[in-house]
């Protein structure tokens, strides 16, 4: 802990009198539970909170302490907490039957009103997560081009499984090479080395990097795999040109272009980013906001590549895909919820926030940015700009977020996911009003911002 950063220690001091319910549940998970939590990226120092339920545009607490909530469950929340309509769809589905295990009506209810949103979905497999989704379209790319080297973006997070554990979010030491040409840096320990050779890693918005990779690994490369929007590095957009650049480059380079959207999904217009950049690859992953809070992934895209699975070549299965009752859930979600209006909605009361930030930090001198897109916003304490991961990197002023994290909790906010890469995402259920007492929270928190800034940057002087 620096010495000079005393509203962290403060505003930590605050969270642990708050939620002392968290730390004894944490305590007592952690004896059966590794780190006390079902994924990595839910722990964070002291410890996390520990929720007991959530509704609408808020979240409560084991110690009753309520929150607006704006991480909404990495983005996969789109529709809000408890929505209504997924709750009577699933109370209805329920008594006839939560498995199959054979076809039914629903997955191609679900697969057309996928293909109307993503034209380029010719046919399209479901899945029960994002990693899944991940993991077995690049199975399928990898048959059908008949190479095995794939090319992934530093800083890109793409699932829990080898493939792409991968330069996730490398530090800025020695052996993560080159900024513009990354060196492959595992993101967990028990990934075989031949990943080594398999995975290439090139920097966001560069497409001369991606050109010299397929130069010199030419005929052996099956895909490029991409976030069209870094939304694991805060929010990075692609320069003008970059996707189509790309989409280019596959075609010139006979490789498979594949968009992994599970982030950027149904969320950033009714066709995610596909049809917000109007670029379309070949393949597509989706996730998180299509199963309306229920466990739902997809992959998909041109027939004839899909063909590799139809046709035998590629195993892909799971006793649990297209169980009726998470496909009930993504078809209410995506014919009766998030219809074409919600979209403006989110986009100006995510435009609204944004603007309260911008405020208020020039009006307490705080050197930072926003960046927003659609539903998902940032704000990033630096005034330095960043294209890539390690421009972020190099920039963010961590210490900063964490007594901005910190303070907003205690303030009845969750701003965003634990973590400076992450960002805020606005649900169809959060008010103007929402907004407002976010924008309240950080103006209250802001003069301890601008003081710690001051001293971490005499610190360093």
């Known amino acids: 802990m620096l010495a000079d950063s005393h509203f962290l220690d403060e505003n930590i001091e605050v969270f642990k009198q708050r939620t002392p319910g ?30 007991e339920r959530a509704e609408g545009s808020r979240i409560w607490d084991v110690d009753g302490n309520e929150y607006i909530d704006f991480a909404m469950n990495m983005g996969a929340q789109f529709i809000g907490h408890a929505n209504p309509k997924i709750n009577e769809a ?43 989704a991940t993991m077995h379209v690049l199975r399928v790319a990898r048959s059908y081009t008949n190479n095995d080297k794939i090319i992934k973006i530093e800083g890109c997070y793409h699932g829990a499984h080898d493939d792409v554990l991968i330069s996730v ?3 800025l030491i020695g052996r993560s090479g080159h900024p513009k040409y990354p060196a492959t840096v595992f993101s967990s320990r ?6 080594l050779e398999e995975v290439l890693v090139v920097p966001f918005n560069d497409l001369d990097s991606v050109r010299d990779l397929l130069e010199e690994n030419f005929n ?33 380079y006979n490789i498979l272009l594949i968009f992994d959207e599970v982030k950027t999904g149904c969320r950033l217009a009714p066709g995610g ?5 109007d670029v379309q690859p070949d393949l597509v992953c989706l996730a998180k906001a299509i199963g309306g809070g229920l466990p739902l992934g997809a992959f ?11 046709e035998g070549r590629v195993v892909h299965a799971g006793t649990y895909n297209t169980n009726p009752l998470v496909m009930r859930a993504g078809l209410t979600t995506l014919t009766e919820i998030l219809t074409d209006e919600v979209y403006d909605q989110v986009t100006s009361l995510s435009g609204r ?44 002023n961590e210490p900063l977020f964490d007594t901005y994290w910190f303070g907003m909790v205690n303030e009845g906010i969750i701003p965003q996911p634990f973590g400076f890469e992450e960002q805020w995402s606005i649900s169809i259920q959060h008010t103007e009003a929402d907004i407002d007492q976010h924008i309240e929270a950080f103006e209250k928190i802001a003069p301890q911002l601008a003081e710690t800034a001051k001293a971490l940057e005499a610190a360093e002087a």
């Open 22 to 51: 968290s730390a004894k549940h944490i305590e007592l998970a952690s004896e059966r539970i590794p780190a006390g939590v079902g994924s990595n990226l839910r722990y964070y120092d002291p410890y996390p909170l520990v929720i």
């Open 220 to 252: 052996e490369i099956a895909a490029i795999m991409i976030e069209p929007v870094m939304l694991n590095a805060k929010i990075i957009l692609p320069d003008p040109g970059y996707l189509q650049g790309l989409r280019k480059m596959a075609d010139e």
């Open 300 to 310: 998909g895209g041109r027939a004839d590549v899909m063909a590799e699975i139809s």
């Open 190 to 195: 028990g990934i075989p080395d031949s990943k």
């Open 273 to 277: 980013a596909c049809e917000y950049f």
């Open 90 to 132: 699933i109370t209805k589905q329920a008594p006839l039957g939560t498995m199959y295990t054979m076809a039914h009506q629903l997955e191609l209810g679900l697969a057309e009103e996928l293909h109307r949103r993503y034209p380029m979905l010719e046919q399209v497999r479901f899945t029960n997560s994002g990693t899944e």
């Open 353 to 396: 926030l944004a603007e309260g930030y911008r405020q208020t930090l020039n009006k307490y001198h705080i050197a930072g940015q926003v960046v927003e897109i659609s539903p998902c916003g940032a704000v990033a304490f630096t005034d330095k700009s960043f294209k890539n991961w390690r421009e972020l990197l190099l920039h963010e």
């Open 169 to 171: 979010k490398p530090e």
